[in-house]
Every structure is written in structure tokens, then in C-alpha cells.
């Protein structure tokens, strides 16, 4: 037998390990859509939990929005449910190529390619355009699927401290006789929700000759003044080289993902990318509920707006009740309790308040900066956010864990 | 060795460059170096020091603190 008892005692053993260190993960079932309000049905499925949703990407609400449903249904009218292709064989529709076209002049770059996530694009880019001479030279903290895309990559890895250009620079320094060299940074950082120092990343960029590589999942559709990124927010839109995003998060939250940047490299990744090559092509419900979601980001500022202005209140008010709120200027809004079993028992709490935020604590974030991770939507109206703000308070009290300095809160029993 | 070691993974891995590390300071269980940065620990103990240090004596649980780092470099 290929899986004996041994085989699932092992595996069993390895489960176990998961759930005694406290990392087990367990979904609960939403049985509504997704929104700023969700319902969740409670584990003996007698009873409905309302929920004020603190913890999804949906950044600009359009999760849920009836424009982009209605051009999924319109797409599946007129184009189908699924193309069962790859895109070279007979997989691309006309859609897929507006999409494209679309993206790039939202993105202001040369080119665009499609992929089934923005994991899948990550994971093509390193392998498919450099080789063993190049390096790749990373922030530290890059999303997951960044370093599995450099995993598969022939090329050299090394990394700089996060955000620390002068660490950067010795690496440009060292790697300086590398034919190619990519510096490899988030636009906005998943954990803390800060933002590359793009400006200065474009001209260290320049100065040493290396290739710009920016996943910007967390900011398209919302960051600079259009919306079009980090980039546009530090002025440096057209000096990207390669520019990776999703379209799961603020462009509707349902899948896919691209690359968008200089022409030949684009057209290298469609003639040579294996996800590209081996995966199946993006729906059309996809195809045409993305192009919905630029239209509503480039006509309707009122979702910008508002996503800015819940954003701003909801910081500003955690910061004045006296939690400790990591600065910044993104939706992404950590409140740092930096021990695991409080911000454990804090969430926990939470949800029995009937709030959704979760606990991040080793080895998703460093040891000792465990965080409640909340983020923030143009979907929520201020009188949820003053309700999951008198929660926090509420639990701030009785965890005693209001007012207090990072030493006390580490110090502190629990 | 001790003091070279403690500058090198100051200067490379500390994103606090405040923060205190001595010869026994956990760094890879606590998660200060990570998988990537071994290879750089090991390339930088290779030019330093001049040993090859292979993979498989460099793990979380034989060298995670200095003091351990330096005892295995000793014995090549």
C-alpha cells in the first residue's frame, strides 16, 4: 500500500505539531458575500453571526459591487463560462487582449500579460527572464510568492534590509559585475501596510543599471492620485520595469493577476512563461468583471475617496484611544500587541464582539510583533467602524492592553 | 572570530541596528536569519575565515548561536 499507517501516523504527527504550537488555522464558513458586513455560520450551525469585516482586501468594496456582476453575467452570456484552453492554442479571446491593453494604459507601461493569480505571474517572472549570471536583490520582506518565484529562478539571490537603501546600494555595489540586475520590492508590505521608497529605488535603479520590479497587489486601484499605484504615488510612473498585480484584491477580489512592463519582456514571459504556457486562460466572467472594476476606479472617485477617508478616521481614532498603530498611509492598519497569546486572545475576543480581524504573530511576522492586522474598505460607513472601534477599546481595557508602551505590553503577563 | 561574527550578522541581518546579540543569542530559531540568509552567513564565514562550512552542519538547531557557529568553523 503507496500510503501505510506509518505514512499517516507521520503525517498525523506533523499535523499535531501545527495545532499544539498554537498556528492551526480554521476556516469558518461566510454564507453571505463578501462585504464589510459578512454572516457566518456559527460551528453547531444553529445560529448566524453577523460579522463587521475587518480583515479583507476588498479595499475598494467592489467584492460584491452590482456593476461588476452585472459584466460577469454579461460575460458569461456572450462569452462563455470557460475557455478549457491554454491562451496560445485557443484560449485568448478579444477580451483577454483589451484587458491587456487596458491594464497597461492604467499601469502606464509598455505591455501587459495575463496570468490565472498574481502568484502565478510572480512565479514566471524571475525564471523566464533571467539566467545564472543575473541577480535578483530583494527587500526582505517581499510577499511569499515573490520568493517562490525566485526560488525557481537560475539567477543569484541576495537580499537588503528592508527598505534600507544604503544596504541596497552595497548590494548593487557587490553584484555590480552581473549583466543583469533586478531589485525586487512590494509597493505596499503586506504586514505593516508601509510603502517602498519608490522614488529612491527608480534611481538607485538607474545609477547601477538594474531592472525595477514592483508587485503592487496591495495598491492598485487605490494609491496616487488615479489610482494607478505606488508608483504613481511616488512619481515614478513609466520607470518601472516589471510591475506585478493582482485583480483579487481592490479590482473586484475574484482571481487573476498580471505583468505589466517593457514590451520585450512582456512578450518574453507569453512566448517562454510556464504558467503562461501550462494555464489555463483567465474566464471571461474574470476577463470582463476586471474591466468593470477600472472603469468604476477611473469614473467613480467617490470609492477612493471614501476608502481614503475610512482610512484616515480609523487610524486616527485607534491611535488617540491608545493603541500602538504602525505609521503609514495605506488601508493596511496593524495594532501591535507583540505578544502572540494576547493578540491571539485579543482577536479571539473580537470575534465575540462581532468583529472580524485576525492575529499575526511567528512565524508570519518576527518573533515578539504579533499584530492585530486590520484593513480597511471604502465599504465600510462610519458607524461600523465606530462599533469596531468601541470593541477594540472594550477588549483594549480588559486585556489590559490600552496605553501602554511597547516594553510594558511585552513585559505584561498573559 | 566571536566579535567578526557579531559585527557581520549585526550589519547584514539586524533590521534594528541598535539591538543587542551576543555569542548566545538564538538566531535562527527566533528567526533573525532566515533560509536565504544562511547561504550569505555561509559565504561570508567562507571568505572571513577562510572554511567551507557544507550545508548540512548548518542548521537551526547546531548553529544558532554564535558560540555553536564558531565551534563547528573550528573543526574545519
Same mark, same amino acid.
Given at each position: 500500500m503507496a500510503y501505510s499507517d506509518k505514512q499517516r501516523n507521520n503525517y498525523q504527527e506533523i499535523l499535531s505539531g501545527i495545532v499544539d504550537s498554537g498556528l492551526n488555522k480554521e476556516e469558518q464558513q461566510i454564507i453571505s458575500s463578501q462585504g464589510s458586513m459578512i454572516k457566518v455560520r456559527k460551528g453547531s450551525g444553529k445560529s448566524i453571526d453577523s460579522l463587521i469585516n475587518m480583515c479583507s482586501n476588498n479595499y475598494l468594496g467592489l467584492a460584491s459591487h452590482p456593476q461588476i456582476t452585472q459584466a460577469a453575467h454579461h460575460a458569461l452570456d456572450s462569452r462563455g463560462y470557460g475557455l478549457a484552453s491554454v491562451r496560445f492554442i485557443c484560449g485568448t479571446q478579444d477580451i483577454h487582449r483589451q484587458l491587456e491593453e487596458r491594464l497597461s494604459s492604467f499601469l502606464g507601461t509598455e505591455d501587459c500579460i495575463l496570468f490565472s493569480s498574481c502568484f502565478d505571474a510572480n512565479a514566471a517572472v524571475f525564471e523566464t527572464l533571467l539566467d545564472e549570471s543575473d541577480i535578483m536583490i530583494s527587500d526582505r520582506l517581499v510577499h511569499a510568492s515573490i520568493i517562490d518565484g525566485m526560488r525557481l529562478s537560475k539567477a543569484g539571490h541576495d537580499t537588503y534590509k528592508h527598505k534600507d537603501m544604503k544596504h541596497l546600494r552595497k548590494k548593487l555595489e557587490l553584484h555590480g559585475h552581473c549583466p543583469r540586475k533586478v531589485i525586487i520590492t512590494d509597493g505596499v508590505f503586506s504586514m505593516d501596510g508601509d510603502i517602498a521608497p519608490l522614488e529612491e529605488l527608480a534611481s538607485l535603479a538607474e545609477e547601477y543599471d538594474a531592472m525595477l520590479f514592483v508587485d503592487d497587489s496591495h495598491a492598485t486601484g487605490f494609491m496616487g492620485a488615479?489610482?494607478?499605484?505606488?508608483?504613481? *504615488?511616488?512619481?515614478?510612473?513609466?520607470?518601472?520595469?516589471?510591475?506585478?498585480?493582482?485583480?483579487?484584491?481592490?479590482?473586484?477580489?475574484?482571481?487573476?493577476?498580471?505583468?505589466?512592463?517593457?514590451?520585450?519582456?512582456?512578450?518574453?514571459?507569453?512566448?517562454?512563461?510556464?504558467?503562461?504556457?501550462?494555464? $489555463?486562460?483567465?474566464?471571461?466572467?474574470?476577463?470582463?468583471?476586471? *474591466?468593470?472594476? *477600472?472603469?468604476?476606479?477611473?469614473?467613480?472617485?467617490? *470609492? &477612493?475617496?471614501?476608502?481614503?477617508? $475610512?482610512?484616515?478616521?480609523? &487610524?486616527?481614532?485607534?491611535?488617540?484611544?491608545?493603541?500602538?498603530?504602525v505609521p503609514g498611509n495605506s488601508p493596511i492598519v496593524p495594532i501591535m500587541l507583540y505578544q502572540a497569546k494576547l493578540a491571539q486572545a485579543f482577536a479571539h475576543r473580537l470575534y465575540e464582539e462581532g468583529i472580524l480581524a485576525v492575529a499575526f504573530s511567528f512565524p508570519v511576522v518576527p518573533q515578539n510583533q504579533a499584530r492585530i492586522r486590520t484593513q480597511v474598505s471604502a465599504a465600510h460607513d462610519l458607524e461600523m467602524l465606530q462599533e469596531a472601534l468601541a470593541a477594540f477599546v472594550r477588549i483594549g481595557k480588559e486585556l489590559d492592553a490600552l496605553g501602554k508602551t511597547k516594553a510594558e505590553l511585552l513585559a505584561q503577563k498573559y | 572570530m566571536e566579535e567578526k561574527l557579531i559585527e557581520f550578522i549585526r550589519d547584514e541581518f539586524l533590521e534594528d541596528a541598535e539591538q543587542e546579540i551576543d555569542v548566545d543569542t538564538k538566531l535562527i530559531s527566533s528567526g533573525y536569519i532566515d533560509s536565504f540568509s544562511l547561504v550569505s552567513l555561509q559565504s561570508y564565514i567562507e571568505e572571513e575565515f577562510g572554511k567551507k562550512i557544507p550545508a548540512p552542519r548548518i542548521t537551526a538547531q547546531s548553529f544558532d548561536t554564535i558560540r555553536q557557529m564558531v565551534e563547528i568553523i573550528k573543526q574545519f
Open positions: 488615479s489610482g494607478r499605484g505606488t508608483h504613481e *504615488l511616488c512619481g515614478v510612473l513609466g520607470k518601472v520595469d516589471l510591475l506585478t498585480t493582482t485583480f483579487g484584491k481592490a479590482l473586484g477580489g475574484a482571481s487573476g493577476g498580471c505583468v505589466a512592463g517593457r514590451s520585450e519582456l512582456v512578450e518574453l514571459l507569453r512566448q517562454r512563461g510556464r504558467p503562461y504556457l501550462f494555464s $489555463n486562460s483567465l474566464a471571461p466572467m474574470m476577463t470582463m468583471g476586471t *474591466l468593470a472594476a *477600472l472603469d468604476l476606479v477611473e469614473q467613480d472617485q467617490s *470609492l &477612493r475617496q471614501r476608502l481614503l477617508q $475610512n482610512m484616515q478616521w480609523w &487610524r486616527d481614532s485607534l491611535v488617540d484611544a491608545g493603541f500602538i498603530v | -
